[in-house]
C-alpha cells in the first residue's frame, strides 16, 4: 500500500512510496499532524543517487518491525536534497553542529516546530562500528521527548542560538577590497594539502569554488604560490581514481585523502561545475583533456531521461559546439601541467595530465 509520497514528482521520494513507513512529503499538512499529535518529526533527506541512502532504505524503512515503530512514535516525512536545497542547508547546518559531520542521509529529529534536537546521517540495523542501531536511536529519542523534554528545549534553544550567529557573520560591511583577497588566499596556503593537493583530509571532495578563486587571484596577481596549489590539484585529481580514467567524468568525492579511491557515482551538478574549473585550467594550464573527457561522458551517459540531459547539459553548452566554442580567441599559453595546452578536440587519452 502506498504511503503520502505516492503523489509526488520526484524520483527519490518515488523511490519511497511503497515503503511501510508512513511517509509524508514536507508541507503544512505534515507539520499539522506533528503539532496536532504533539509527535517529534522524523526528517529523512536523502537524492536518488545517494548509496546510503538506498542502504538505510532497504535495512531499516522497508523493515515492517522498524517502519512499525517509526509510525508509532514519530511524523515520518521524507525530503529530496535536490528538490528542497534550503532544507537541506538549513538541517545541514544542525546536524553538522551535532555531530561535526554531515552527509547522507541526513537522519534530523525536530519538534512540531521543526526545531532540530538530534541528528546522524546512516544509521545501520544494528550496533556496528561505535554506531548505534536505528532501532535503538528511535526509543532514545522517542524517550527524551516523552521524559526529558528539558533537554530537548536546551538543545533546541542552542540551535537557535547557533542558526542567529551563524546568520550575523554572513553579514559583512565595507567593500571587497584588495585586502580581504589576500587574507583570503593566505588561510588557503595554511589549508592547502601539500603532497596530494586540495584542502584538508578524508573524505576529499573537489574544491570547485575554491580552486576558481585561486585561478583568478594567479591570474590578476601572478603569485606563484597560488599557482602551484591550483596547478598541484587538478594533476592530482586528474591523475587519481576520483577521475575516471576510462570513461571520462568525476566521482563525487574520494574516499581517502590522495584522491584515489571514488565514492562510486557521478553527478550532474558535480560535473557541470568541475567542467567550468576545468575550462578555465584549459586556458591557462593545459587541462582541456579532463575537459574533454568529462563533457564527453556526460553526452554518452545521458544522465536519466535523455530529454532531461539535454536541457541539464546540452542546452547550456550544445555539446557537439561546445568545444570549439570553449578555445574560440585563446591563445597558447605552454605546458604547464605536462599536456599542451592545445590538443585535437577528438583526442582524449585514458590517462590525463601526465609530467
Request: some cysteine.
Amino acid at each position: 500500500m502506498a504511503n503520502h509520497l505516492a503523489g509526488e514528482t520526484s524520483p527519490y521520494l518515488l523511490q519511497h512510496a511503497h515503503n511501510p513507513v508512513d511517509w509524508w512529503p514536507w508541507g503544512e499538512e505534515a507539520l499539522a499532524k506533528a503539532r496536532a499529535e504533539e509527535k517529534p518529526i522524523l526528517l529523512s533527506i536523502g537524492y536518488a543517487a545517494c548509496h546510503w541512502c538506498h542502504v538505510m532504505e532497504r535495512e531499516s524503512f522497508e523493515d515492517e518491525a522498524t517502519a512499525a515503530r517509526m509510525n508509532e512514535r514519530f511524523v515520518c516525512i521524507k525530503v529530496d536534497r535536490e528538490e528542497r536545497p534550503d532544507l537541506d542547508g538549513i538541517y545541514m547546518q544542525a546536524t553538522q553542529a551535532m555531530t561535526g559531520q554531515g552527509g547522507w542521509p541526513m537522519t534530523v529529529f525536530l519538534t512540531p516546530q521543526g526545531e532540530p534536537f538530534y541528528a546522524g546521517t546512516y544509521f545501520p540495523p544494528e550496533d556496528r562500528h561505535g554506531m548505534p542501531s536505528f532501532r535503538r536511536v528511535l526509543s532514545a529519542v522517542a524517550d527524551a521527548w516523552q521524559n526529558r523534554r528539558e533537554q530537548v528545549v536546551r538543545t533546541t534553544a542552542s540551535m537557535r542560538e547557533l542558526y542567529a550567529a551563524s546568520s550575523e557573520r554572513t553579514r559583512t560591511s565595507g567593500p571587497l577590497d584588495e585586502a580581504l583577497l589576500t587574507r583570503a588566499v593566505a588561510t588557503l596556503r595554511m589549508q592547502f594539502e601539500p603532497r596530494f593537493g586540495g584542502f584538508g583530509g578524508a573524505p576529499k571532495f573537489p574544491p570547485t569554488m575554491v580552486l576558481d578563486f585561486a585561478l583568478r587571484q594567479w591570474a590578476r596577481t601572478g603569485n606563484a604560490d597560488v599557482l602551484h596549489m591550483v596547478q598541484h590539484t587538478f594533476q592530482r585529481m586528474a591523475r587519481g581514481g576520483i577521475y575516471d580514467q576510462v570513461g571520462g567524468g568525476f566521482a563525487r568525492y574520494s574516499v581517502d585523502a590522495h584522491w584515489l579511491v571514488p565514492h562510486f557515482e557521478k553527478m550532474l551538478y558535480d560535473n557541470a561545475l568541475l567542467t567550468l574549473s576545468y575550462l578555465e585550467a584549459s586556458q591557462d594550464l593545459g587541462a582541456r583533456s579532463v575537459l574533454h573527457g568529462t563533457l564527453n561522458e556526460r553526452r554518452r551517459e545521458k544522465i536519466g531521461h535523455p530529454s532531461r540531459h539535454r536541457v541539464g547539459v546540452a542546452d547550456v553548452c550544445q555539446l557537439d559546439d561546445c568545444l570549439p566554442f570553449c578555445v574560440r580567441g585563446i591563445e597558447p599559453r605552454g605546458d604547464l601541467i605536462g599536456q599542451p595546452a592545445f590538443q585535437s578536440v577528438r583526442r582524449r587519452p585514458v590517462v590525463a595530465l601526465h609530467g
